[in-house]
């Protein structure tokens, strides 16, 4: 069920039954194939996505050499965080790299929640900010590896 699996999730473990049930109401649960594009870089975005089940590939076009993975997330992963704080347009795509179901939550519904309860907002801020802390990690250590790799050819 959903609900069991959001609350296994940190960002929404502490949501009582009805905060659960407004985020479940603002949601939308959608399936997508493998290889389907869920978000495109630069689109406006406007919702967190949290992965239900399969994994879904975040990454960017690079032309005349294609698409670069940047990470593969997981069941319970989030993205769309990164426009929730900036609202801008995404910064990535996402595409399914296997059969997944995501659920989609309005920005606003997140907003609206974090401004009724301002002790969730510092959670998910907090939560937000680890979650882009450990990618900026994973990127820099990309970039000094492919500076390397360059370096020695």
């Known amino acids: 069920m959903i609900q069991e699996f959001l609350r296994s999730i940190p960002l929404f473990s502490e949501l009582d039954d009805e905060e659960l049930t407004h985020v479940l109401i603002a949601g939308l649960l959608r399936r997508y194939p493998e290889g389907t594009l869920i978000l495109r870089d630069g689109a406006e975005a406007g919702q967190l996505h949290v992965i239900h089940q399969g994994r879904v590939r975040i990454g960017k076009v690079v ?12 069941p319970g ?10 609202r801008g347009p995404a910064c990535a795509q996402a595409v399914a790299h296997t059969d997944c179901e995501v659920l989609t ?4 519904a997140v907003a609206d929640l974090m401004n009724r309860r301002p002790e969730l907002a510092a959670r998910f801020l907090g939560y937000f900010a680890r979650t882009l802390a450990g990618r900026l990690r994973e990127s820099n250590q990309r970039v000094v590896s492919l500076f ?3 370096r020695s050819h």
């Open 63 to 74: 032309p005349g050499f294609g698409e670069e993975a940047l990470v593969i997330l997981d």
């Open 77 to 86: 992963a989030i993205f769309g965080e990164v426009e929730f704080l900036d």
């Open 105 to 108: 939550i309005p920005h606003a």
């Open 148 to 150: 390397a790799l360059s």
